[in-house]
């Protein structure tokens, strides 16, 4: 026979409360009634003194046998006889919690632990607020306080519920209302999968399936993207895998991770073959982008330099023949100015003898003087620095000075001018030459020639 209930201490020694009794595979509550029907003569059974005592009340399934001693007349008397603990029948403690197996923060619950103010079996149930079972899971303390974790949390099975639970409440020792159930997983048909892990452990879980099978569609930038684009894809053919994937992303998005951590995830992600890939296809549609912008660029470049070398050969060209120009004009100029000099010197030094023998020479003293000349046929003869000139003339000829002076004063009738033409009459019959200044003073002399010289006159010109 199997039982189920608590064993605890009373007065040093240890006991045990008869809770249920396991038979058809279920966990069936005795009352008063039938426990003293069941467990003569006290409704209860002896607990061995070398029974291991717990500091706690606990809970569990147990065999007990017939005593030897047993004796049916004596009141406390004992028919059974408490023996070793059962293990190999399933046994569960059902715990309640008021999350929906759908809810995104379900696996929150769990990471943020349990608070019991008693010691809850080891192997438990957790009832979802829509009628699912979740496990069978384990728990363990956390850090000796009376918060309670699932061990080694990933996925979780559910299972729809349809099973009856044997409640207790311990009044004794002022426990909650409990529940407990006997639970054959391989009878019973399994809806899913439902993800309870720690950020880090469903991080490293995902890395390691990626590792292990890297069977999916093209992979986005980065790891955000990368996993994005996988939650798009049938990577993750199974579903309870798709929402773990989701949930990573909300991490990864949300969540300052640790160094280490975020190293192997880089690190993992960054080596898949397909990741390797995806950053040679973007190197090299960076590379081909680049390259074309640089040869745009350079060929733009090689025409600019083109086109200015050719202006600058044009510019070449044409300051050499500027300064092939300027060199000739510098020449020029210095010979002009040298020969200037020079004659400037020689006319400073000669002129009034070179200009007085030349009179003589020609023979000006005497000549012949006419009023007015036309059709007159010139030639000169230069010799430096004296320009000679014959006139071939046929003029009127006057009797005396007082002869051609009236026929001057009758032909000119403004005073200055006849007080000039006086001047250069007396000049002529005193034999005086004539020295003109002026920017006209060649003309001017050539005209006076022509006026008053009957066949022939020297004009004297300083060559510079």
């Not at 399994?190 to 469903?202: F, P, Y």
Request: net charge negative; with cysteine.
């Amino acid at each position: 026979m199997i039982i189920f209930g608590n064993l605890y201490q009373k007065n040093l020694l240890p006991r045990f409360n008869i809770i249920a009794i396991y038979r058809n595979g279920k966990l069936d509550e005795l009352d008063i009634e039938e426990k003293n029907e069941l467990f003569p003569n006290a409704g209860n059974v002896f607990v061995p003194p070398n029974t291991f005592i717990p500091s706690n009340v606990k809970y569990g399934l147990y065999k007990v046998y017939e005593s030897p001693t047993y004796e049916p007349d004596k009141q406390t008397s004992l028919k059974y006889a408490l023996g070793p603990e059962v293990r190999d029948i399933p046994l569960y403690e059902v715990i309640q919690i008021h999350e929906k197996i759908d809810d995104e923060h379900l696996y929150q619950r769990f990471q943020d632990g349990f608070r019991f103010s008693y010691e809850p079996l080891a192997n438990v149930l957790f009832l979802t607020e829509d009628n699912f079972l979740i496990g069978p899971l384990q728990l363990r303390k956390r850090n000796n306080h009376d918060i309670w974790e699932v061990s080694d949390a990933n996925f979780a099975s559910y299972y729809p519920n349809n099973l009856e639970f044997l409640s207790y409440e311990n009044k004794y020792v002022n426990e909650p209302k409990r529940f407990f159930v006997v639970f054959d997983f391989d009878q019973q048909m399994k809806v899913g999968e439902v993800d309870i892990a720690t950020n880090e452990r469903a991080i490293r879980d995902i890395l390691k399936r990626i590792r292990e099978n890297v069977e999916f569609g093209e992979i986005s930038r980065r790891v955000m993207q990368q996993l994005s684009e996988w939650g798009n894809t049938n990577y993750f053919s199974k579903e309870y895998l798709q929402k773990r994937l989701k949930r990573v992303m909300h991490i990864l998005k949300t969540h300052t991770l640790d160094d280490s951590l975020m190293e192997e995830v880089q690190k993992n992600v960054f080596h898949l073959p397909y990741i390797q890939n995806y950053i040679n296809e973007q190197l090299n549609s960076y590379q081909n982008a680049y390259r074309k912008k640089f040869e745009d660029e350079h060929r733009d470049l090689l025409n600019q330099i083109k086109k200015l070398q050719t202006e600058r050969e044009l510019l070449t060209s044409e300051l050499e023949a500027k300064q092939q120009d300027k060199d000739r004009l510098e020449k020029f100029i210095k010979q002009l100015k040298k020969k200037s000099e020079e004659k400037i010197a020689e006319i400073q030094a000669n002129v009034l003898d070179v200009f007085v023998n030349q009179l003589m020479m020609r023979g000006l003293a005497f000549f012949e003087t006419s009023s007015a000349l036309s059709n007159i046929a010139i030639s000169t003869q230069s010799e430096s620095p004296l320009f000679f000139m014959s006139l071939s003339l046929n003029a009127p000829t006057y009797s005396d000075l007082e002869d051609l002076w009236k026929k001057l004063n009758q032909q000119v009738r403004i005073p200055e001018y006849q007080l000039l033409g006086q001047t250069i009459v007396c000049a002529i019959a005193s034999g005086s030459p004539i020295a003109i200044t002026g920017k006209s003073s060649l003309e001017f002399a050539n005209l006076i020639a022509q006026i008053t010289s009957a066949n022939e006159a020297i004009i004297v010109l300083p060559e510079v």
